[in-house]
């Protein structure tokens, strides 16, 4: 196959919601929703021409089917999938309660995912630019975890820049367990993208310029803190940039930083200005909240509206 120039990794879920805000009990029908960190990066990605790669392991039933298929249309190549036979592909129920909150209940301890492992890993996978990877996946178990210590050598040898997302879920670990984990893989990234929650556990209560100062001793060239409605910062070689946040409607805050995630490392593809990555980074993830859905197909045509030329024809 060609070589993607993108490369991530981690685990597909499938995500079932209510069509109303309803607590999940009460509600009497329901929308699906193919998801997981490193998925919905990777779709977003592919939507703004950058051709990536999704590995990861699915079950071969019909949420593993339904995540083949996303992935399929929206033209992610899973040359680097396996599916497991009489194996399950996880799940996560959304409950939308009134207030607007989505709490997830999980079910993914037995799922294809646990068996994510450098063994499983191709001897012949080849990427030409960029590798992205989640904490997530690091929360899921010993083999999932050390997959990405060995996909981080691969990238430093294969000359790839790498990004780092960590993306602590509190449901999946404790902070105690998860916060040394997570700093040592934030250490070996180019690019270390924080939320202010990730920012809270790796640094404690710092003010953001000086999260991101505490980011970048540990290693990386860019550290950036997603904010939410409050925007974003970013830091690289001695300069702090601010950008505010992209208007929104919100609907859904679900998968807004995995968009944000592909829209800053799709500029930086291209070699554009730390300050413009961060303005197409804050948008897509404005566009991402404001349908129902992990990574709705709206992003894109609203991405293009703003002006960052990414060099390549969005016709």
């Given at each position: 196959?060609?070589?993607?120039?993108?490369?991530?990794?981690?685990?597909?879920l499938?995500a079932?919601?209510?069509?109303?805000?309803?607590p999940?009990?009460?509600?009497s029908?329901?929308?699906?929703?193919?998801?997981?960190a490193?998925?919905?990066?990777?779709?977003?990605?592919?939507?703004?021409?950058?051709?990536?790669?999704?590995?990861?392991?699915?079950?071969?039933?019909?949420?593993?089917?339904?995540?083949?298929?996303?992935?399929?249309?929206?033209?992610?190549?899973?040359?680097?999938?396996?599916?497991?036979?009489?194996?399950r592909?996880?799940l996560?129920?959304?409950?939308?309660?009134p207030?607007?909150?989505?709490?997830?209940?999980?079910?993914?301890?037995?799922?294809?995912?646990?068996?994510?492992?450098?063994?499983?890993?191709?001897?012949?996978?080849?990427?030409?630019?960029?590798?992205?990877?989640?904490?997530?996946?690091?929360?899921?178990?010993?083999?999932?975890?050390?997959?990405?210590?060995?996909?981080?050598?691969?990238?430093?040898?294969?000359?790839?820049?790498?990004?780092?997302?960590p993306?602590?879920r509190?449901?999946l670990?404790?902070?105690?367990?998860?916060?040394?984990?997570?700093?040592?893989?934030?250490?070996?990234?180019?690019?270390?993208?924080?939320s202010?929650?990730?920012?809270?556990?790796?640094?404690?209560d710092?003010?953001?310029?000086?999260?991101?100062?505490?980011?970048?001793?540990?290693?990386?060239?860019?550290?950036?803190?997603?904010?939410?409605?409050?925007?974003?910062?970013?830091?690289?070689?001695?300069?702090?940039?601010?950008?505010?946040?992209?208007?929104?409607?919100?609907?859904?805050?679900?998968?807004?930083?995995?968009?944000?995630?592909?829209?800053?490392?799709?500029?930086?593809?291209?070699?554009?200005?730390?300050?413009?990555?961060?303005?197409?980074?804050?948008?897509?993830?404005?566009?991402?909240?404001?349908?129902?859905?992990?990574?709705?197909?709206?992003?894109?045509?609203?991405?293009?509206?703003v002006?960052?030329?990414?060099?390549?024809s969005?016709?």
């Open positions: 196959m060609r070589s993607p120039e993108v490369v991530t990794a981690g685990e597909a499938l079932v919601v209510p069509s109303e805000p309803l999940f009990e009460d509600a029908s329901f929308l699906t929703f193919v998801g997981g490193e998925v919905n990066f990777a779709i977003c990605l592919s939507q703004l021409g950058v051709d990536v790669a999704w590995h990861g392991h699915l079950g071969d039933d019909p949420a593993g089917r339904k995540v083949l298929r996303a992935l399929t249309d929206a033209e992610v190549s899973t040359a680097l999938v396996r599916s497991w036979p009489d194996e592909t996880g996560y129920l959304r409950d939308w309660r207030d607007g909150v989505r709490r997830p209940s999980y079910y993914r301890a037995r799922s294809a995912a646990r068996h994510l492992h450098p063994r499983h890993w191709p001897a012949d996978a080849t990427a030409t630019r960029w590798l992205h990877l989640t904490g997530i996946t690091a929360a899921l178990g010993d083999g999932p975890r050390a997959l990405l210590e060995h996909l981080l050598e691969w990238a430093r040898a294969s000359g790839l820049r790498i990004s780092f997302d993306n602590y509190p449901a670990w404790s902070a105690a367990e998860a916060a040394p984990v997570l700093r040592a893989l934030a250490a070996q990234a180019d690019v270390v993208l924080l202010e929650e990730d920012a809270e556990l790796l640094f404690g710092l003010a953001p310029e000086a999260t991101l100062e505490a980011a970048l001793g540990l290693g990386p060239g860019i550290a950036v803190l997603k904010r939410g409605a409050r925007g974003a910062l970013a830091a690289a070689d001695g300069v702090v940039h601010h950008v505010a946040p992209a208007p929104a409607q919100a609907v859904d805050p679900v998968g807004a930083g995995d968009a944000f995630d592909a829209g800053l490392v799709a500029a930086l593809l291209e070699r554009r200005p730390l300050e413009e990555a961060l303005r197409l980074g804050a948008l897509l993830g404005a566009r991402a909240t404001e349908q129902a859905g992990e990574h709705p197909p709206a992003v894109v045509p609203s991405a293009r509206a002006e960052i030329d990414l060099g390549r969005q016709a």
